[in-house]
């Protein structure tokens, strides 16, 4: 079974590994889908965000790494997933959630797969945007295997 995790990924944190930890033994194909979404500013290219989830997720070989531009639900019903993975950390994440669900569905015929995090539960990528922002250690917040090509990218900008 097919399923697509998407999201902006700027950066991708603990918080998403998680994620694809607790629905791993559940789904054979796990996309992480790239996305942009035009009401949001990115710390992180597009290249450069793509380059850090694939590096962060190398050892999964039963995930792949894609963009899209658009409905995610079109991107689902283009590539066979019939479902879409979506992290919960709290009440708002949940009533936000709830609201894309209904549109995924009326418009995709497409199930969306929720996973509540009961740890690091307050990592997001804005909050490791803000860290970065005022130069704090972001160690334990991103997979340890992107943590120095962070750094150097929030260097060089």
Known sequence: MKIVFPGSFDPIT???IYIIEKVKDLFDDITVLVENNPAKKYMFDMDERVRLVKKALKKYDFVTVDTHEGL???YCREHGAGYILRGLRNEDDFRYEKTLDAYNHEIGNVETVYVVATEKE???????RELLNYG???K???PEEILDDINKIKKNH
């Open 136 to 138: 704090a250690d972001i």
């Open 14 to 16: 603990v918080g998403h």
């Open 140 to 142: 334990g917040y991103v």
């Open 122 to 128: 307050h990592v997001s990528s804005s909050g490791v």
């Open 72 to 74: 995610t639900v079109e």
